[in-house]
């Protein structure tokens, strides 16, 4: 089991920067991946990016690659969202994920532990 837990998002303008974190109940270095997501009313959430515990690789969706990044500090137990450059359409509650065992780290289903979520508003 492995309960996370999101800081506190913000508001910034356009070409603002904030860091997102998520503290885990567990210890991340049992993990096999972790993952942020977001999501706007109205529409699926989208995985943002994610990170494979073993090696540290990082993958990331077309529209935040360069401006967002994504690390994991295991002796922190923490996971955390750089993002740089951002934009109006980068708002949303953003939430942070985990995978115990192996598998798939790409949809909502693939992810059983999540966090509550936190708001990012980018104001033009």
């Known amino acids: 089991q492995m309960q996370l837990a999101e800081s506190e998002g913000g508001s910034v303008q356009t070409g603002g920067s904030l860091r997102l974190s998520c503290a885990a109940s567990?210890?991340?270095?049992?993990?096999?991946?972790m993952a942020w997501f977001r999501q706007v009313p109205g529409k699926e959430r989208e995985r943002v990016g994610a990170?494979?515990?073993?090696?540290?690789?990082?993958v990331y969706a077309d529209s935040v690659r360069g401006r967002f990044t994504i690390a994991q500090e295991n002796d922190k137990n923490t996971l955390y969202l750089r993002m740089n450059n951002l934009k109006p359409e980068d708002s949303a509650m953003y939430y942070c994920?985990?995978?115990?065992?192996?598998?798939?780290?790409?949809?909502?289903?693939?992810?059983?532990?999540w966090g509550q979520g936190t708001q990012v508003t980018v104001s033009s």
């Open positions: 990170i494979y515990t073993r090696d540290g690789s990082t």
């Open positions: 567990a210890d991340t270095a049992g993990t096999y991946c």
């Open positions: 994920s985990a995978r115990l065992s192996g598998g798939g780290c790409f949809m909502v289903s693939d992810f059983p532990y």
